[in-house]
């Protein structure tokens, strides 16, 4: 009994340290993809800010699903616990 009640905060802090790092990777993904719509709309598109939009809603779409997809990995953990 006394060994899943010290193994308990090891596994909230786990999870913590997952989330926090899905977080990181969205903010990166999200930071890349927007740079690179800058990028793209200096060379193709001087005069508009197009592809930097859809690159950075790009961006967002994918971090959610990467974000969505690791809540899910860690709620099926839990329930196989």
Do not use: H
Not at 5 to 18: F, G, L, W
Not at 39 to 65: E, H, Q, R
Request: one cysteine or more; a positive charge; proline letters at 2%.
């Amino acid at each position: 009994m006394e060994e899943k009640q010290e193994n308990k905060p090891k596994k909230q802090v786990k999870n913590y340290v997952r989330l926090t790092g899905a977080a990181f990777q969205m903010a990166g993904t999200i930071v890349a993809m927007t740079f690179l719509g800058i990028w793209l709309d200096k060379k193709f598109n001087p005069d508009g800010n197009m592809y930097t939009l859809i690159c950075t809603l790009t961006g967002v779409l994918a971090s959610m699903y990467i974000i969505i997809k690791e809540v899910i990995n860690i709620s099926k953990e839990k329930e196989d616990e």
